[in-house]
């Protein structure tokens, strides 16, 4: 904008009420772009196996998607989950390739059946991908950027305000620190 030039603004409004996308929405798109952009969405979808192999119209990856969601999300329950991303269930589920969102009742289904050889399936998928990335700083890397989590004892930083855990982050704190403190005084006495 030039010195003479004044900003213009146009409000709009409306009686139609339209739901706000949620403060979380973004996070869950640059986290889903990520895995499905290394490969981590289509090895699940290749590798982790479950003895019902369909729930309905549903496939183990659109639950995983869900509770990626969820757990990114911080809602406190999956009932404030759902309704919070109700509206916006299509565009959700196609951040992770997939058409429909599985309704709650369906979730609770393949909680309750889901095997124990899933779960572990899903854990090495998960820990296979992190050993794949190296979490120390890399020979030719930008200037003074890790490539993985900061070092050891620092700050735990929320990636949004929705997700407190009133008592579990003060005590993960407080054992953080404790164990800081530990180190520290070690390599003092070496």
């Given at each position: 904008?030039?010195?003479?030039?004044?900003?213009?603004?146009?409000?709009?409004?409306?009686?139609?009420?339209?739901?706000?996308?949620?403060?979380?929405?973004?996070?869950?798109?640059?986290?889903?772009?990520?895995?499905?952009?290394?490969?981590?969405?289509?090895?699940?979808?290749?590798r982790v196996r479950f003895a019902r192999r369909r729930f309905g119209h549903?496939?183990?990856?659109?639950?995983?998607?869900?509770?990626?969601?969820?757990?990114?999300?911080?809602?406190?329950?999956?009932?404030?989950?759902?309704?919070?991303?109700?509206?916006?269930?299509?565009?959700?589920?196609?951040?992770?390739?997939?058409?429909?969102?599985?309704?709650?009742?369906?979730?609770?289904?393949?909680?309750?059946?889901?095997?124990?050889?899933?779960?572990?399936?899903?854990?090495?998928?998960?820990?296979?991908?992190?050993?794949?990335?190296?979490?120390?700083?890399?020979?030719?890397?930008?200037?003074?950027?890790?490539?993985?989590?900061?070092?050891?004892?620092?700050?735990?930083?929320?990636?949004?305000?929705?997700?407190?855990?009133?008592?579990?982050?003060?005590?993960?704190?407080?054992?953080?620190?404790?164990?800081?403190?530990?180190?520290?005084?070690?390599?003092?006495?070496?």
């Amino acid at each position: 904008m030039g010195m003479g030039e004044q900003a213009s603004l146009i409000i709009q409004t409306s009686a139609e009420s339209v739901p706000a996308v949620p403060a979380w929405f973004g996070e869950v798109a640059v986290i889903a772009h990520y895995l499905r952009h290394v490969g981590v969405l289509a090895t699940i979808e290749e590798r982790v196996r479950f003895a019902r192999r369909r729930f309905g119209h549903y496939d183990l990856i659109d639950f995983v998607a869900v509770l990626l969601g969820y757990a990114i999300s911080g809602e406190r329950t999956l009932e404030a989950f759902y309704e919070s991303l109700q509206p916006f269930a299509v565009a959700f589920m196609a951040l992770f390739g997939r058409e429909r969102l599985p309704h709650r009742s369906t979730l609770s289904r393949f909680l309750a059946a889901l095997n124990q050889a899933a779960v572990e399936a899903l854990r090495t998928v998960f820990l296979e991908d992190l050993l794949a990335r190296p979490l120390e700083k890399e020979e030719g890397a930008s200037e003074g950027k890790l490539s993985g989590p900061g070092p050891p004892c620092s700050r735990p930083i929320r990636t949004n305000g929705l997700a407190p855990f009133p008592g579990h982050l003060g005590q993960a704190t407080a054992t953080i620190a404790e164990n800081c403190g530990r180190r520290s005084r070690r390599s003092a006495r070496t």
